[in-house]
């Protein structure tokens, strides 16, 4: 399956948009501003809506990616820009395609199960790019809110427990969005986590014949 992913990435490279973080962060601080000047209305017409979009408006698709992740001005301010980190170092480690790639299956994912449910959010689509980061950094250290110092594992952990809170307590619509992100997930990481595996299994075997 990796491989089938470095291929597909590599044909994405004359399509991949650099910094694709960037410009999603900026369109959604624009949205919210936007919209605390005219009252939520721009959200209204960005959210997805099945039935909007079979009556033609087709932009509901892809807008809803763009809407507001909260109504605080200052924990907006720390998501955006703690979404703007994450996005550039996945971009940085895997490169501008597989990163594009990354994104656009799980947006592709959301879509569908958007079709089915009637549903769709960003919500699930931006934490997982959260735990691709965890995973491969974590043990990078965070300010939380610019000020308290918290390593990335234990906050993917939290937010672990928060999926499986959602699996337990959300609508089915919530429970497929939330599944799509962790199958993006698990298609992209699947090998590394292999490997992982293989590795601290020759790990403790090494232990057990240095021991012996």
């Known amino acids: ?20 973080m960037k410009y999603l962060v900026i369109c959604m601080g624009a949205v919210f ?11 209204s017409l960005l959210f997805f809506s099945r039935d909007a ?8 698709l892809v807008t809803f990616i763009f809407l507001p992740i909260s109504s605080s001005p200052l924990f907006v301010v720390f998501v955006l820009y ?17 990163f594009n790639l990354f994104y656009l299956t799980g947006l592709i994912g959301t879509i569908i199960a958007g079709f089915i449910s009637g549903f769709a959010t960003n919500h699930y689509l931006n934490l997982s790019l959260f735990f691709a980061y965890a995973i491969l950094y974590p043990e990078t250290e965070l300010r939380l809110f610019f000020v308290l110092p918290v390593k990335i594992k234990w906050l993917a952990w939290l937010n672990a427990a ?5 699996l337990i307590v959300a609508s089915w619509s919530f429970r497929l969005a939330l599944l799509v992100s962790i199958a993006n997930l698990i298609l992209f990481f699947q090998g590394d986590v292999r490997r992982r595996i293989a590795n601290e ?4 075997e090494w232990q057990k014949h240095f021991r012996r």
């Open 1 to 20: 399956m990796s491989q089938w992913i470095d291929r597909i990435a590599a044909r994405m490279k004359r399509l991949a948009i650099p910094s694709l």
């Open 33 to 43: 501003v936007l919209d605390l000047v005219f009252a939520g209305q721009l959200s």
């Open 53 to 60: 979009i079979f009556g033609g408006q087709i932009w509901r």
């Open 82 to 98: 703690f979404y703007y980190m994450i996005g550039e170092a996945l971009e940085h480690e895997w490169g501008v395609a597989r």
């Open 162 to 166: 928060y999926f499986a809170y959602q």
């Open 201 to 204: 299994r020759r790990r403790r």
